[in-house]
C-alpha cells in the first residue's frame, strides 16, 4: 500500500496569505466539551453496532460505552451538577450554561442508552444464545435446574446477603456507587403492611451464574430476586426490580493543607464513599411508581436523573462473557511483534539494550510491538545489570505488584540501586490501587514520592544511569502511554528508548524538579508542562502560519484548550494546511468558511484504542519537526499537569513516525471525519484498515528475528 503522497500534494496548493473575516458566535467557534466526549461514545457504539465484527467483540464494546458513561456521570455530569447547585452561571467557551449542558446531555444520553439496549437485545444477546451463549430467567429453568439453582444460593449466595428493610426503626439505607441493588415490596400478612427494602447485588460474585450445561447464564440478580421469599420469609413479595446508582467520584482533596498527602488521599476516599451526591439513578422499565418515587425522594433526584432501561442493567458486566473461552467470536488474537535489534537470539542469548541505544535510539509501538519484550526488558535488565547505580521512573497507572515492572523496581532496590518511583496518587479511579502498591514499593525500600503539590504527573519518563568505565551514561524511555502491561495489548501508544546525552541531561533535571526543590523552567530538548509546552507548540503553529508551505499535522486524544485552538484557527486563516487526527473530544469546529477552511479532523475508531501523541511541523522541502509525549491540548495537560513532548530526531524513526501518521490518513475503514455539523463516517472503499496496516508492518519489521548484537 502506497501511503506518504497526501502531505506532499497539499504542499502543490496555491496559498493566500492575509486573514478573512472569522465568524464571531461562540457556537460556531467551538464545540461543547461534553457533547463531543458523547460524540466520541456514539463512535465507539458504531463499532458494537457492525454486523460484521465477531459477536464478543461487539459485546466487548457495548461493555467500553457503558463503563466510558459511567465515568462520565461520576465526574462530568457530577461536575456540572455542582455548578448549577452553586449558581454558577458561566457559559463554557461554546456558549452554554451548565444547566444548558445538562439538558443536552440527557437527550444524547438517552439516545445513547437506548441503542445501547437495542442493539444488546436485538442483536448482539440473539446472536450468542445462537452460538452457545445464552443468557436466560428462571422461566426458562426446567424443575431439575432450579432445583440446583436453589442449592447453589442457599450454599454460595445466601450467606453473604443482608437486607434492609425501610421503616421507623430503619431508615433509608446508603446506597454505594455503581452499586447493583433489588428494590423490594414485602408485605406483611398479619400486619397488613406493606415495607421497602433493599438487597445489594454482591459484587464479588461472578454477575452471570453458569448452569451445568455451561452455555446459558443467568444474571445473579434475577438469581436473587427468584429466592426472596428465602430472604423474607412469611412475608409475600410484592414487587422486585434492578436498580442501579451512580455517585459524584471526583476526589477533592486540598492538598496545600496537607501535611501528609498519601493520607489524605486515603481520607478522602473513605470520605467520598459515604457522602457523594447521586446523580444518576438506573431502573428497570416495570417499577412501580411508588418504589420509584420513594427512590428519588431518598436519593435527592429529579426525574431527569432517571434513566430507564429496557434491557440488561450495568452491561460493563459483559466482560465477564467477553473473558469465555470461546476465540471463534473474538478477532484473532494478536500478539506484539520484536524488533530484531532487541529480540532474544535463537541461541537464548539476549542483546545489549544499552549498547544498542548506543548506537542509535530505538522507537516502539504499541500494541503492534511488544510492551513486555521492549519497556519491561529494559527496566528487567536495567534492574539486574551490576553496572545500573539507579532507576527513576514515573507511574501513573501501572498493573499491581505482580506486574513486571513493580518486581523489577524492587528487586533493583534490594540489590542496592538506589530506585526511585514518583507514583500519581490523583490518577482518577486508579486512587486506591496506587496507594497499594506504593507501600509495597517503599517497603522493599524504593524511594516513594507523589509529585507536586497541584500538579498531576502525567509524565511517562524513565531514567536508567549506568556506570561505564570512568563516566556515567544515561539512558531514558519516554512514552505516549503507561507502563502498565494489561493496557499496553490494547492501548496504541509509541515510545522512545534514547542514549541522547541532552535528553538525559533533560530527564536528570526534570526528576529533580520532581521530587526535590528544583525550580527549572528551560529545557535542552523537552517540551515540559506547566512551564514551557504550551509556549513552545503555540509557537510552533505560528511558525507554520508564517511559511508559504506551512503543515500542522497533530495525532492526539483531546484537542479542547482555546488558546491552541485560536491558533490553529489563525494559521487555517493564513492558509496553513492543518491535519488533525483526534481519538475524543475535539472543541474546534472544521471547515468553516473564514474560520477553519483549511482544517481537516478525522477520529479512528478501532480494535486498539488509538492513545498516542504525534506532533508534526514542517514541510517535506524545510524538513519536519516530530515530537511524541504523553500531553493532550487540553487545559489541564498544558497548566495543570506536569507532561513531557520529546523530539524525535533520528531520520529513520521519523520516517517511521510519518509512516503511522499516513496511514492514519489514509484510513476509509476505522476513520470518521468531523464537518462543521458533526461527525461523519468516512465514505469506505475498504482499502485501507489503518490497524491492520500497522499489523503488517510490524509484522514486516521483526522478519529478521536477530542481527548479532549481545551483551
Not at 421469599?229 to 436498580?243: S, Y
Not at 517503599?442 to 507523589?450: K, S, T
Not at 504550551?534 to 499535522?553: F, M, N, S, Y
Amino acid at each position: 500500500m502506497a501511503v506518504g503522497s497526501r502531505s506532499r500534494e497539499r504542499e502543490g496548493t496555491s496559498r493566500k496569505k492575509g486573514r478573512k473575516h472569522a465568524p464571531r458566535r461562540a457556537e460556531r467557534r467551538y464545540i461543547n466539551r461534553e457533547l463531543s466526549w458523547l460524540d466520541f461514545n456514539a463512535r465507539v457504539l458504531a463499532v458494537a453496532e457492525d454486523g460484521s465484527l465477531p459477536l464478543l467483540e461487539r459485546a466487548k464494546f457495548l461493555a467500553i460505552v457503558s463503563s466510558n458513561l459511567d465515568e462520565f456521570f461520576q465526574v462530568r455530569v457530577a461536575g456540572l451538577h455542582e455548578q448549577v447547585a452553586a449558581g454558577v452561571a458561566t457559559a463554557s467557551p461554546d456558549g452554554m450554561s451548565p444547566s444548558d449542558q445538562l439538558r443536552e446531555i440527557r437527550v444524547c444520553t438517552k439516545d445513547l442508552f437506548a441503542r445501547l439496549n437495542r442493539t444488546f437485545t436485538k442483536e448482539v444477546a440473539p446472536g450468542l444464545a445462537a452460538s452457545g451463549i445464552r443468557i436466560i430467567d428462571g422461566k426458562d429453568l426446567t424443575a431439575d435446574e432450579t432445583a440446583w439453582l436453589g442449592r447453589l444460593f442457599e450454599e454460595q449466595i445466601f450467606p453473604v446477603l443482608t437486607p434492609l428493610a425501610v421503616d421507623p426503626a430503619h431508615p433509608f439505607p446508603y446506597i454505594s456507587n455503581l452499586s447493583l441493588n433489588l428494590a423490594v415490596l414485602v408485605r406483611d400478612p398479619v400486619r397488613r403492611t406493606t415495607r421497602f427494602a433493599r438487597v445489594k447485588v454482591p459484587p464479588l460474585l461472578p454477575r452471570f451464574i453458569a448452569l451445568p450445561d455451561g452455555e446459558r447464564f443467568i444474571p445473579l440478580e434475577q438469581v436473587i430476586a427468584a429466592h426472596l421469599n428465602i430472604l423474607f420469609a412469611g412475608m409475600k413479595v410484592v414487587e422486585r426490580h434492578p436498580f442501579r446508582v451512580t455517585r459524584n467520584a471526583d476526589l477533592d482533596v486540598e492538598e496545600d493543607e496537607a501535611d501528609d498527602l498519601l493520607d489524605a488521599i486515603e481520607t478522602e476516599l473513605r470520605r467520598s464513599r459515604r457522602s457523594a451526591d447521586v446523580v444518576r439513578l438506573e431502573t428497570d422499565g416495570g417499577m412501580s411508581k411508588e418504589i420509584l418515587t420513594l427512590l428519588m425522594r431518598e436519593l435527592e433526584l429529579s426525574e431527569d436523573d432517571v434513566y430507564v432501561v429496557e434491557g440488561l442493567l450495568d452491561m460493563t458486566s459483559l466482560w465477564a462473557l467477553y473473558n469465555l473461552d470461546r476465540p471463534d467470536l473474538k478477532p484473532d488474537a494478536w500478539m506484539g511483534t520484536t524488533q530484531p535489534q532487541i529480540a532474544v537470539a535463537p541461541d537464548g542469548q539476549q542483546p545489549s539494550f544499552f549498547r544498542q541505544l548506543r548506537e542509535r535510539d530505538i522507537l516502539v509501538h504499541h500494541p503492534y510491538e511488544s510492551f513486555a519484550t521492549s519497556v519491561e526488558a529494559f527496566i528487567e535488565r536495567a534492574a539486574r545489570d551490576p553496572e545500573v547505580l539507579a532507576i527513576k521512573q514515573t507511574l501513573y497507572r501501572t498493573s499491581g505488584p505482580e506486574g513486571g515492572i513493580i518486581r523489577s523496581l524492587i528487586r533493583a532496590a534490594e540489590a542496592g540501586k538506589q530506585v526511585v518511583a514518583l507514583v500519581e496518587l490523583k490518577a482518577r479511579f486508579d486512587e486506591q490501587a496506587n496507594i497499594v502498591w506504593a507501600k509495597a514499593l517503599e517497603q522493599a525500600g524504593v524511594h516513594v514520592v507523589y509529585g507536586l503539590v497541584g500538579l498531576k504527573t502525567h509524565a511517562k519518563i524513565s531514567l536508567i544511569v549506568r556506570q561505564e568505565g570512568k563516566a556515567i551514561r544515561r539512558y531514558c524511555h519516554l512514552a505516549t502511554g503507561n507502563y502498565n502491561p494489561k493496557t499496553a495489548t490494547v492501548y496504541e501508544d509509541v515510545g522512545l528508548f534514547t542514549a541522547d546525552r541532552k535528553i538525559g541531561e533533560d530527564v536528570t533535571e526534570l526528576f529533580n524538579y520532581l521530587t526535590g526543590y528544583s525550580r527549572q523552567r528551560h529545557w535542552r530538548r523537552l517540551l515540559v508542562a506547566p512551564v514551557g509546552l504550551r509556549d513552545g507548540i503555540i509557537d510552533l503553529i505560528k511558525r507554520e502560519a508564517d511559511e508559504a508551505d506551512g503543515q500542522v499535522l497533530m495525532k492526539m486524544n483531546s484537542l479542547v484548550d482555546e488558546g491552541i485552538i485560536e491558533t490553529l484557527y489563525k494559521a487555517s486563516q493564513a492558509g496553513t494546511q492543518i491535519d488533525l487526527v483526534v481519538r475524543g473530544i475535539c472543541c474546534l469546529r472544521p471547515g468553516v468558511e473564514g474560520l477553519s477552511d483549511n482544517i481537516r479532523v478525522r477520529s479512528l475508531v478501532g480494535r486498539f484504542l488509538e492513545h498516542s501523541r504525534i506532533y508534526r511541523f514542517g514541510s517535506s522541502k524545510r524538513g519536519y519537526d516530530y515530537l511524541i509525549g504523553s500531553a493532550d491540548m487540553m487545559p489541564r495537560n498544558l497548566d495543570r499537569r506536569v507532561e513531557t513532548l520529546v523530539p524525535v530526531l533520528d531520520p529513520a524513526l521519523q520516517q517511521r513516525l510519518e509512516e503511522i501518521l499516513e496511514v492514519n490518513l489514509a484510513d476509509d475503514v476505522l476513520s470518521w471525519s468531523l464537518r462543521p455539523d458533526g461527525w461523519k463516517k468516512v465514505p469506505t472503499a475498504k482499502l485501507v484498515d489503518a490497524q491492520r496496516v500497522l499489523q503488517e508492518l510490524a509484522t514486516e519489521r521483526a522478519r529478521p528475528r536477530f542481527l548479532g548484537s549481545r551483551a
